[in-house]
Antibody, heavy 121, light 107 residues
Framework: EVQLLESGGGLVQPGGSLRLTCAASGFTFNNYAMSWVRQTPGKGLEWVSAISGGGGSTYYADSVKGRFTISRDNSKNTLYLQMNSLRAEDTAVYSC??????????????WGQGTLVTVSS | DIQMTQSPSSLSASVGDRVTITCRASQSISSYLNWYQQKPGKAPKLLIYAASSLQSGVPSRFSGSGSGTEFSLTISSLQLEDFATYYCQQSYSTHITFGQGTRLEIK
């Protein structure tokens, strides 16, 4: 059974940093690209970042480029999102998502339940 | 980035109704269009991929169509469990974008 479990969210002041972790199990992790997607409470879905299965290619939404860094450790079946220079508008539930097919970046067939990031003074 | 626009933003319908939600892309995305269903407090669920392919385990009352810039999701006969929010998403670009969502409510 595929499982994705996020952790690392919390309350942080504007300008601060957090690192999110997504622990994956139930599939061959290094065969699949992974993404982070965020959702503001009561609002819609926003893709944040993606990384290829091997980790050599990364992509970012314009809203986070230069501030967030996605990475993965395939030996630990773990995905990361390092978030720096956080802003109030980064407040959201952050979920990791597995790509449906090896070699593509979407759609997503499995999602974690998410971890809440709150940026506030 | 490719902009995805869904209509309507919300919709009231009754059990047994036939419902169609549309999604328009700001440029041609061929058939790289996916549909998700999300219920409160739950992760999104993939319903349709590549515009018209039904994900395994999804009831056949869900169908998708379209190509280029115009797409639609149709539920042929609404069931109680279908009342949820629906999102389209393009996978043409590595900069993935979602529609703003369509909230389907019980009339």
């Amino acid at each position: 059974e595929v499982q994705l479990l996020e952790s690392g969210g919390g309350l942080v002041q504007p300008g601060g940093s957090l690192r999110l972790t997504c622990a994956a199990s139930g599939f061959t992790f290094n065969n699949y690209a992974m993404s982070w997607v965020r959702q503001t409470p009561g609002k819609g879905l926003e893709w944040v970042s993606a990384i290829s299965g091997g980790g050599g290619s990364t992509y970012y939404a314009d809203s986070v480029k230069g501030r967030f860094t996605i990475s993965r450790d395939n030996s630990k079946n773990t995905l990361y999102l390092q978030m720096n220079s956080l802003r109030a508008e980064d407040t959201a539930v952050y979920s990791c998502a597995k790509t449906f097919r090896s070699g593509s970046y979407s759609p997503f067939d499995y999602w974690g339940q998410g971890t809440l990031v709150t940026v506030s003074s | 980035d490719i902009q995805m626009t869904q209509s309507p933003s919300s919709l009231s319908a009754s059990v047994g109704d036939r419902v169609t939600i549309t999604c328009r892309a700001s440029q041609s995305i061929s058939s790289y269009l996916n549909w998700y269903q999300q219920k409160p407090g739950k992760a999104p669920k993939l319903l349709i991929y590549a515009a018209s392919s039904l994900q395994s385990g999804v009831p056949s009352r869900f169908s998708g169509s379209g190509s280029g810039t115009e797409f639609s999701l149709t539920i042929s006969s609404l069931q109680l469990e279908d009342f949820a929010t629906y999102y389209c998403q393009q996978s043409y670009s590595t900069h993935i974008t979602f529609g703003q969502g369509t909230r389907l409510e019980i009339k």
